[in-house]
């Protein structure tokens, strides 16, 4: 599952690869300041990653951060 946010205060909506490139294009036309973030699951499969990689590069996106799962992230129950 992929998720887009555009802003530290707006929503996550559920997109697909095929539409992830138009949507990066879009909040990068709003705003060419903006700032990405990319958050994956440790699960994820790595072909994803590498695709969305590739859309990133296609889209001239080539700085953004890499979110990690922090301790304080974990919910309650979650192991170590």
Same mark, same amino acid.
């Not at 690869?17 to 790595?46: F, G, M, S, T, W």
């Not at 072909?47 to 309650?76: A, H, S, Y």
């Given at each position: 599952? /992929?998720?887009?946010?555009? =802003? *530290?205060? =707006?929503?996550?909506?559920? $997109?697909? @690869?095929?539409? @992830? %490139?138009?949507?990066? /294009?879009?909040?990068? #036309? ?5 700032? &990405?973030? #990319? ?5 994820? +499969?790595? *072909?994803? #990653?590498?695709? @969305?990689? +590739? #859309?990133?590069?296609? $889209? =001239?996106? $080539? ?5 990690? @799962? &922090? %301790?304080?992230?974990?919910?309650? =129950? %979650? *192991?170590?």
């Amino acid at each position: 599952q /992929i998720f887009f946010k555009v =802003g *530290g205060s =707006g929503v996550e909506q559920s $997109t697909s @690869l095929a539409d @992830l %490139e138009q949507n990066v /294009i879009n909040a990068r #036309i709003r705003n060419p300041k903006l700032r &990405l973030a #990319i958050k994956a699951d440790k699960a994820a +499969d790595y *072909g994803v #990653i590498n695709d @969305l990689m +590739d #859309i990133l590069q296609r $889209t =001239g996106n $080539t700085r953004f951060n890499m979110v990690t @799962l &922090l %301790e304080e992230d974990k919910k309650p =129950g %979650e *192991g170590h």
